[in-house]
């Protein structure tokens, strides 16, 4: 995982995520009218919205899966659909976007992050499978490395989708309402855990979630941009002023030592 430090000044701050007027319809309904927001690095943004409000359908716009009927889409800079750096996103999907008879190991899934769109076909190194071992301590899942996937709770399963997300050190992590279907209790320490992520790390947060209410101190009261019901609240990283990295593992590892975290794995 990276370390060092990276250009101070407006370089800790480039546009990562930029919507510009941005509207979609499926065939003839609107879904997303004229949206104009940028998310900055080491910003965390939360995309909230009821069900049906078009969160999953921004998404994939982000992404570049599916094309605006108006408007620009930009990622890193360049145009969305030109976009070819998938190892700088992580991507947490919906728990129950998840097949749990799907027949792979936790270090099967977590290695699975690897395969960038054009790695496919690439020989893992020995310093790939470090990493992957080095995340799975991190989250503190290393002990449950070689049992199914399948078998695990839903915070456990969480915990690997994140690893899965966090091996090629991605400069911008999607949560797609991670904690769905999770306890109450599973839910604060997966949420103390992506906080202390962002406080410690250059890693830009997009979370969609129904779930404000949890994030009620972090971020800003009213919402940044707004398109029919669609909202983005967010925490601004412009008052930061260090833009030292820190190496991510280790700092997760710490942070597991020193238990601010009271119960990492159910
Ligand atoms: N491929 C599609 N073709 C036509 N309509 C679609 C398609 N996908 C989604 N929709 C419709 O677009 C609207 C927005 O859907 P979307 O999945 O983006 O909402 P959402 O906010 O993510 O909802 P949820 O919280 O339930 O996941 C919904 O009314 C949905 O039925």
Redesign the pocket.
Known sequence: MPTGRIPEGPGCHQPVIELSDVSFA??R?P?IEHLHFTVRERDFALLA??????????LKLIVGLLEPNGGEVRLFGEPARRFRQRERIGYVPQKNAFNPLFPATVREVVLSGMYGRHKLFRRLTKADYQKVDDAMQALGIEDLAGKRIGMLSGGQQQRVFLARALVNSPALLILDEPTVGIDAETQDSFYHLIRHMHQHHNITFLMVS?DRERFRSYLDDAPAAEAGRLKFYVRHSHDREDCVETDLTHSLREYRRAAEEPALVR
Not at 53 to 58: F, H, I, P, R
């Open positions: 499926y065939e309904r879904i919205g009821p069900n049906g409000a078009g969160k999953t359908t921004l129904h």
